[in-house]
DNA sequence: GCTCAAAAGCTAATGCCGTTAGCCTCGGGT
DNA sequence: ACCCGAGGCTAACGGCATTAGCTTTTGAGC
């Protein structure tokens, strides 16, 4: 081995920091070697290119996300795991408004593929409501929209008005609970 | 006048174009240009620069879908008249995919600002609830949230399993629609 | 019909970025 | 003591957005 001073894990952390600072449309390979003072090739030495940077950041943001929602539930069943899932979520969008943002930025695939631990962890959630295997997929993919779709506008700054945006969320957590009481299969 | 053969809007036109066609990933004045007939620097005579050609695409997008919903919307009220937004809402999405992601590229209060008259169509659809001026408010939120996280998912095609989509959102409508029959203010 | 100013096009040039090629240099294993 | 490969570097290319400055067209007013 020679000088371990870089390595993939160090290049997305360095990454990482420079989009939750500055966003993501700041994202450059030219500026991520110069926080990590290092010239941009040398990147390569470690990362194949910009769009696998993006896969990697992509993954640990997954990960990061899944491990805060899954101890967050954990401990917890039925409607105050669903809350607590929920609540797990926001938080940590709101902490990492950026890092959230990034998550659309890499091709689906493989964020995906990464995060398919979070749908494990939806789904065991979800698992103490009696429903069918195929209503449990329809009520996460239902509980993912909710939940993406308020974190994405608030961590893009969508919502406009004074209203607090907690008081929102606590609508939506009680619209998602009520919803869930009430899923049967839909009939068609 | 000079040679009217271009103009701001068939810039417009033309970019929407190549996205529905090639995706966002190949939105570039260079790309557009071509397709113009046109060399690039000549596309600033009517666009001020690419961030601008965004924002006059995603206001030329969210006018399209306020009109598409706007209509469906019309002459129903209530559950009837939330039903048909969604689906109205989602049906534009799946007709355009790649110019719905487009509207993330923009910077969110440019956006906003084309949004109003969208949110405008949503809060009369609510009024017929009786909501007070906050909980509307909320509400509209709710559904902005659930309508806009599902549309985003489907149309980077993050749902993996096979069971339908159009059942998923069956539940999705009916979920939203019993949220707001019970929607009180969230206490606090 | 002629004129001419401005609108709308063009070419050339700049600078940033991603990416590749090829070289140099450590430092750990033999 | 040697060597070899990991990990760094510089140089170079091509694509892109953007700017500067020129040329062409055209329609409005005479």
Same mark, same amino acid.
């Given at each position: 081995?020679?000088?371990?001073?870089?390595?993939?894990?160090?290049?997305?952390?360095?990454? =990482?920091?420079?989009?939750?600072?500055?966003?993501?449309?700041?994202?450059?390979?030219?500026?991520?070697?110069?926080?990590?003072?290092?010239? @941009?090739?040398?990147?390569?030495?470690?990362?194949?290119?910009?769009?696998? $940077?993006?896969?990697?950041?992509?993954?640990?943001?997954?990960?990061?996300?899944? !491990?805060? /929602?899954? #101890?967050?539930? =954990?401990?917890?069943?039925?409607? !105050?795991?669903?809350?607590? $899932?929920?609540?797990?979520?926001?938080?940590?969008?709101?902490?990492?408004?950026?890092?959230?943002?990034? =998550?659309?930025?890499?091709? !689906?695939?493989?964020?995906?593929?990464?995060?398919?631990?979070?749908?494990? /962890?939806? $789904?065991?959630?979800?698992?103490?409501?009696?429903?069918?295997?195929? #209503?449990?997929?329809?009520?996460?993919?239902?509980?993912?929209?909710? %939940?993406?779709?308020?974190?994405?506008?608030?961590?893009?700054?969508?919502?406009?008005?004074?209203?607090?945006?907690?008081?929102?969320?606590?609508? =939506? /957590?009680?619209?998602? %609970?009520?919803? $869930?009481?009430?899923? @049967?299969?839909?009939?068609?």
């Amino acid at each position: 081995m020679a000088r371990a001073a870089l390595s993939a894990a160090a290049v997305v952390d360095v990454a =990482l920091r420079l989009v939750d600072e500055e966003g993501v449309g700041a994202l450059t390979l030219a500026a991520v070697a110069s926080r990590a003072g290092v010239a @941009t090739p040398s990147l390569y030495k470690h990362v194949r290119n910009l769009a696998e $940077l993006r896969a990697l950041m992509s993954a640990r943001i997954m990960d990061e996300l899944s !491990e805060r /929602i899954g #101890s967050a539930v =954990l401990g917890r069943s039925a409607d !105050e795991a669903v809350r607590a $899932l929920m609540t797990a979520w926001r938080d940590y969008v709101l902490a990492h408004p950026h890092r959230y943002a990034a =998550l659309g930025q890499a091709p !689906e695939p493989r964020v995906a593929e990464a995060g398919e631990r979070l749908i494990g /962890i939806m $789904l065991a959630t979800l698992r103490a409501y009696d429903l069918d295997d195929t #209503s449990v997929i329809h009520a996460v993919r239902c509980l993912r929209a909710a %939940v993406h779709g308020f974190a994405v506008l608030e961590a893009e700054r969508a919502f406009q008005r004074s209203e607090k945006l907690d008081e929102t969320y606590d609508m =939506l /957590i009680r619209m998602v %609970v009520a919803g $869930l009481a009430t899923a @049967t299969p839909p009939r068609r």
